[in-house]
């Protein structure tokens, strides 16, 4: 049998290896392909300098010297500049106005799946809805996307981008990222389906027995594998966040992410996929943390009465 | 529904795709502005575009965008996790702890900033859906492994195959009928049949996004239109009272009959 800690070591592991493999797997994909890297991210058709590019972003001088300085320059919060998606500007700052709005748009997103969970664990989501949820969750976040973009221009006309508007962005596209791409629905079932598998539990009937709540007994026996069922929610709101940011007109890091892709600006991409992977391993530290508390705290001994 | 029905509901709705798709037209024909904004009346049977051309050709060239990426997707993800049961029936823990070390790091990743950088990065002359699709469908392999794994697991894993081979039975049955056809089956479709739907708006997002911002779309030639040209066309009645509803219409009922084949393939395959 493992030790406890191999599991959230593993992942505590992978939360500080992921911000550096992202870059890494792109350096190695971009020098495994045919071609000089530095056409390859921007090829002469669309970008003009390629020589200069080349120069600027140290890929003339192999993979391994590339990846070591940009990683040194990240760590030092320097991404370089953008070359085509805002021209000049420091790539940092572009992350630094973006950021924010997409950690918004998550947490807010985080509401309706969170009392879903709740209201599964609770039993006050009856299991006889998950079908309806399960249908609603069907729609893609596009089309969700697309309707409250229309709301948002129906509602404010020339004013669409302004404050109130921007706010209105931001709460639509909670609720979509919230609810479609089965996002609630499989919420509340995968936390209904956790804990009517740990309610068959021995332990549980005993404290039945003893007059105790159910759910406080199974909480901290459940508490890793919601964390993990939390973690991956999260990701699918990350992942979901690129498309509804840009249909919605939010600057958040997903928009930011996909102008870049589009431009072809590899300093941006670079960046931006480096920032989604530092949240990944924020994201899987969290979970490693949690199976630690848990595991600390089912092994802590109970003090021994004197009876005893 | 009873599973043969939607079985074949499924298999017809497929069947329309594909001749949809093989039906396609390489570029669409020349504009007639007179029927600009047709609806289904004039045009017959989904109206036309702001050119007079019709939307059958619009969807006839989006299911051919679409179809055979998607269905690659799904037979790439059906294999691997087909592969992933088999591989927990053999009993080697360590093939077990690589598939658990791989799930760990590609499921990690939000998969569309995997499926961004993977597009900028793949050269213009190989780009096209089949190669995003696949990666999508690497990145959904670790989940689906693991999941027939699990079923795999509550079979008895290698004991299971060591009391069916006791009984006599060839390996090759044991493993490709009793444990494939019969218990992997439903988590296998079901595994496929999201894929499918999910590389299905995985294109319609991308083309959306990039007609949105009029540039080229990473998952088909220009030539092409996609289903997304159809719901952004469509989306103009919304919010600008354009006479294109019928677009709208058309775009959203074939999102619906893609959603619609891949929950009734589930269905159709479910355990009894």
């Known amino acids: ?127 006889r809805a ?85 759910l406080t007994n199974m909480l901290p026996n459940v508490a890793p594998a919601l964390a993990g069922q939390l973690r991956a929610r999260v990701l699918h709101l990350l992942s979901g966040a690129v498309v509804v940011e840009v249909v919605l007109g939010l600057t958040g890091v997903g928009d930011l992410l996909w102008a870049g892709t589009l431009l072809q600006d590899f300093g941006v991409v670079l960046a931006a996929a480096t920032a989604f992977a530092v949240l990944s391993a924020a994201l899987l530290s969290i979970q490693a943390l949690v199976e630690v508390a848990v595991a600390l705290h089912v092994r802590r001994a109970p003090a021994l009465t004197e009876a005893a | 529904m009873p599973r043969t029905a939607a079985g074949a509901a499924a298999l017809v709705t497929l069947v329309l795709l594909l001749v949809l798709a093989a039906t396609a037209p390489d570029h669409l024909t020349d504009a007639r502005r007179e029927l600009a904004f047709a609806g289904p009346g004039d045009v017959a049977p989904f109206g036309a575009d702001q050119l007079g051309r019709s939307l059958l050709q619009y969807a006839q060239q989006g299911a051919s965008v679409v179809v055979g990426p998607s269905l690659a997707a799904a037979g790439f993800v059906g294999v691997l996790s087909i592969a992933g049961g088999l591989l927990r029936c053999v009993g080697d823990q360590r093939v077990d702890a690589v598939i658990q070390v791989l799930a760990e790091v590609l ?53 299971f195959v060591e009391a069916l081979r006791a009984h006599g039975f060839s390996w090759s049955r044991v493993f490709l009928y009793h444990i494939v056809a019969l218990n992997l089956r439903p988590v296998v479709v079901r595994q496929a049949s999201e894929v499918l739907l999910q590389v299905t708006f995985l294109e319609l997002g991308l083309s959306y996004l990039a007609v949105q911002d009029s540039q080229s779309s990473f998952t088909h030639p220009d030539s092409l239109k996609s289903w997304a040209d159809l719901l952004y066309m469509g989306y103009t009645s919304i919010g600008l009272d354009m006479p294109t509803g019928h677009a709208l219409a058309l775009g959203l009922g074939l999102v619906a009959a893609v959603t619609l084949m891949a929950k009734l393939t589930t269905s159709a395959v479910r355990a009894r």
Request: glycine share 12%; aromatic share 8%; hydrophobic share 55%.
């Open chain 2, 107 to 159: 499921g990690a990743l939000p998969r569309m900033v995997v499926i961004l950088v993977s597009a900028m990065l793949i050269p213009s002359t190989s780009r096209g859906l089949l190669p995003l699709a696949l990666i999508w469908a690497l990145l959904a392999a670790p989940g689906a492994m693991d999941e027939a794994a699990a079923v795999a697991e509550r079979l008895g894993g290698a004991r």
């Open chain 1, 130 to 214: 998950d079908g309806a949820f399960a249908t609603v969750g069907l729609v893609p976040a596009l089309v969700f996307a697309l309707l409250g973009s229309a709301a948002i221009v129906v509602r404010f006309g020339a004013g669409a981008f302004g404050d109130e508007a921007n706010l209105w962005r931001l709460v639509i596209g909670a609720a979509v990222l919230g609810i479609s791409d089965g996002a609630f629905a499989s919420a509340v079932s995968g936390v209904r389906g956790l804990f009517a598998a740990e309610r068959n539990q021995r332990y549980v009937s005993i404290a039945v027995l003893r007059g105790e709540e159910p």
């Open chain 1, 1 to 127: 049998m493992k030790a406890w800690w191999v599991r959230p070591g593993v992942r505590l592991l992978a939360a500080f290896a992921l911000p550096l493999l992202v870059p890494g797997i792109i350096t190695a994909f971009i020098w495994a392909l045919p071609g000089d890297p530095a056409e390859i991210i921007c090829p002469p058709a669309t970008c003009g300098g390629t020589a200069e590019l080349a120069a600027r972003w140290n890929l003339d001088a192999g993979p391994w010297n590339f990846f070591t300085r940009w990683v040194g320059s990240a760590l030092q919060g320097e991404f370089g500049r953008s070359w085509r998606v805002e021209q000049g500007l420091p790539v940092a700052d572009l992350l630094w106005e973006s950021t924010p709005i997409t950690v918004a748009l998550v947490l807010l997103a985080l509401v309706p799946i969170a009392l879903g969970a709740v209201g599964a664990a609770t039993g006050l989501i009856p299991e």
